[in-house]
């Protein structure tokens, strides 16, 4: 069964960089699919990116605002999934999601997943 958790956010100023995580309570991901989405207040659920973390190698896929500043990556073990945010932007404040779903999906709709973590809210601010 799987459990995701998010953890490592924060508040950050405008240009800044944030690494935040999803995990599996120890267990890998091999042989899932996460995305990362993001919800700002009064706004929908927006996809940021996935990771198909399967067989030989993982593929990634970045949504439009994502491109050019975040990168999504794993650990050796591939227990962990990490989203790492550069030059930070305030738009770029909201709750930030990991989702799951077994198999290779490549997908920016949340409906494909079938886990969902509680979120981390990250905040972009002076």
């Known amino acids: 069964q799987v459990q995701v958790e998010e953890s490592g956010g924060g508040w950050v100023r405008p240009g800044g960089s944030l690494r935040i995580a999803c995990s599996n309570s120890g267990r890998t991901f091999s042989g899932y699919t996460l995305g990362w989405f993001r919800q700002a207040p009064d706004q929908g659920r927006e996809f940021v990116g996935s990771i198909i973390i399967w067989g030989d190698g993982d593929w990634t896929d970045l949504g439009a605002p994502a491109k050019g500043r975040f990168t999504i990556s794993t650990d050796d073990a591939k227990n962990t999934v990490y989203l790492q945010m550069n030059s930070l932007r305030p738009e770029d404040t909201a709750t930030y999601y990991c989702?799951?779903?077994?198999?290779?999906?490549?997908?920016?709709?949340?409906?494909?997943?079938?886990?969902w973590g509680q979120g981390t809210q990250v905040t972009v601010s002076s």
């Open positions: 989702a799951v779903t077994r198999g290779a999906v490549r997908s920016p709709q949340q409906g494909v997943y079938d886990y």
